[in-house]
């Protein structure tokens, strides 16, 4: 019996986090910036970046990065604006002019 050779036990399966699945609004997304039927981050009107628009995203405690609903110290999006390639602000609310191509 020295000779047997001992089995190991069977692998377990890959144990996976269960996490509730997160609701999905019941109600067509509202743009902060225009009131359109559009998410913010997707809005198309040209709207300048100012005192105004800062004071809605604050007042509705809405993250001036990302356009969700945190505080933008706990934001961890560093998605780059599209425009200027900068990652402190969502394209839709950049001032500066587009970033040069070089090739």
């Known amino acids: 019996m020295l000779?047997?050779?001992?089995?190991?036990?069977?692998p377990l399966p890959n144990m996976q986090v269960l996490r509730p699945p997160t609701p999905k609004p019941q109600y067509p997304p509202k743009c902060l910036l225009c009131s359109g039927g559009h998410m913010?981050?997707?809005?198309?009107?040209?709207i300048p970046f100012c005192i105004k628009a800062t004071k809605l995203l604050v007042e509705t405690k809405v993250c001036t990065k990302c356009l969700k609903p945190h505080h933008i110290s706990t934001c961890l999006d560093c998605t780059p604006c599209r425009k200027c390639c900068q990652t402190d602000h969502p394209t839709v609310l950049c001032t500066r002019a587009p970033r040069p191509l070089f090739f």
Do not use: I, K, L, M
């Open 3 to 10: 000779n047997e050779r001992q089995s190991t036990p069977p």
């Open 40 to 46: 913010t981050q997707n809005c198309g009107a040209n």
